[in-house]
């Protein structure tokens, strides 16, 4: 929730982060002269893609910086370059100082709103960028986590890919709202969730050195898909149980209920997310027949009949990777 500490931390040791443009509001105009449109703004101390806006000239800026700022406590915003790239997130646990990289996932964006940012429908592990992330970042990425006295716990890393390499925008020191602790207990055996509760319950995550257990080299392959729903009263959803029964499906979530309302509010933002299912498979053609056959059976409509879901991630993204 401190946006701006966590990019001054990177660029102290040398990891890429966004560009930013420094300057006060009310807006000077020696400072708007500066700027190279399209930016993003965003508060430094909120999440859930709340507050953020993409402007695409200074009549924009005028308009949702306010916006923006009423999303902010301490009413301050990121004014950063708006990247259009790939993105992936970077995941490590912490156990007694020692911190160990989990995995990496590639970060499927999609359905950009008016001036809201795109939005995940799906995650695919390991990301193709893995093994130059572990090669170029990971060494720095640990020795800044140790250095700065961090004991226990989990940290996510969102980055975008701009020529192969990553560049920071943002952490938590948490576990994800999209809950990859799934994932990385069917790849490598350890469960993010059950260390944070064990060290709840005992003040250590563990009874095992977990750096021994983790295995970035997954042999298989994973998925997260994230079925996003327009706003509206929520008459039916289909699907859901025929999707547990499907081989090498791990789980299905629901984020709403029949009855529920999503609102116009919740437009740009991760409370648009419905559906969570999460999966495996052997190879990269196995895994997008399972998502085929996942998105063919969920469905969901309104209270009017309307389909209420937006356009789900396109599969055959894995086979071809794209991104290299």
Known sequence: ???????????????????????????????LDK???????????????????????QEELYKYYPLSLSFSKSKQILVEKYMHAKEAT?????????????????????NKQGSKVPLPVAYTYPSVYQARYLEKLDTKVCRM????????????????????????????????GSLEYKMINQMNKVN????????????????????????PNYHGYGFNLTFLAKPGKIKTII???EVRKLVNVLDVVECYQIYDEIPISAVGTLKQVIIRAFGHAKTK??????????????RVYDDKGNDMLLPVFDASEIKEDLYE
């Open 1 to 31: 929730t401190k946006k701006q500490r966590f990019k001054s931390l990177c660029q102290q040791y040398d990891i890429p982060t966004v560009k930013e443009y420094q300057f006060e509001y009310p807006f000077r105009e020696h400072d």
């Open 35 to 57: 700027l190279e449109y399209p930016i993003l703004i965003k508060p430094v101390d909120n999440s859930g893609a709340r507050g953020i806006y993409i402007c695409h000239d």
């Open 90 to 110: 970077i995941h490590y646990l912490i156990q007694d100082g020692k911190v160990i990289f989990c995995t990496m996932g590639d970060r499927h964006m999609k």
């Open 145 to 176: 986590f140790e250095t700065i006295g961090i004991k226990n716990g989990t940290i996510f890393i969102q980055s975008f890919i701009e020529h192969g390499e990553c560049i920071f925008y943002e952490m938590g020191y948490r576990l994800t």
């Open 192 to 215: 993010p969730l059950e260390t944070l509760i064990h060290f709840a319950l005992t003040g250590k995550m563990s009874d095992q050195d977990l750096s021994k257990k983790m295995d």
């Open 239 to 241: 699907g859901v149980n």
């Open 285 to 298: 053609d196995e895994m997008m027949i399972l998502i085929n056959k996942i998105q063919a059976l969920i």
